[in-house]
């Protein structure tokens, strides 16, 4: 999800900037709205009318994305704590590290959200 580079930022935003028509500006927004930390994308998509309208759309589908994506993490870790009952210890260890990984995402799908709901 998010923790990509200063860099690959710049260059997304360099993209969006070259967007020749309406339907590639909305594509190179949301890549970097799904992409990067809102503290990066705030202020060059706000101070941008045209993109602050357009971002207006581009949030509900990320936020529905989002819930969507953290509930297939929510089965996710259902399924795992079945799996668990009466395996063995190797097994064991593996899934509840895969566990910790999906609530690890979780938590980082309700800070984007956040985040988002925020701007």
């Known amino acids: ?17 070259e967007a020749r028509d309406e339907e590639e500006v909305i594509e190179r927004l ?5 992409g990067f930390s809102s503290f990066m994308y705030r202020e060059a998509i706000l101070s941008n009318p045209y993109y602050r309208d357009l971002f207006e759309e581009i949030r509900e589908s990320v936020l529905i994305d ?3 994506l953290e509930n297939a993490l929510l089965e996710e870790i259902r399924s795992i704590n079945e799996n668990m009952e009466g395996k063995g210890r190797d ?3 593996k899934l509840k590290e895969l566990k ?3 609530e690890m995402l979780i938590d980082e799908i309700n800070a984007k959200r956040e985040q988002m709901k925020s701007i």
Do not use: H, P
């Open 1 to 17: 999800m998010m923790g990509r580079t200063r860099k690959e930022y710049e260059k997304a935003l360099e993209r969006l900037s």
């Open 30 to 34: 949301t890549y970097i709205v799904k």
């Open 66 to 68: 989002l819930l969507e």
């Open 91 to 93: 097994v064991s260890e």
């Open 100 to 102: 910790r990984d999906c």
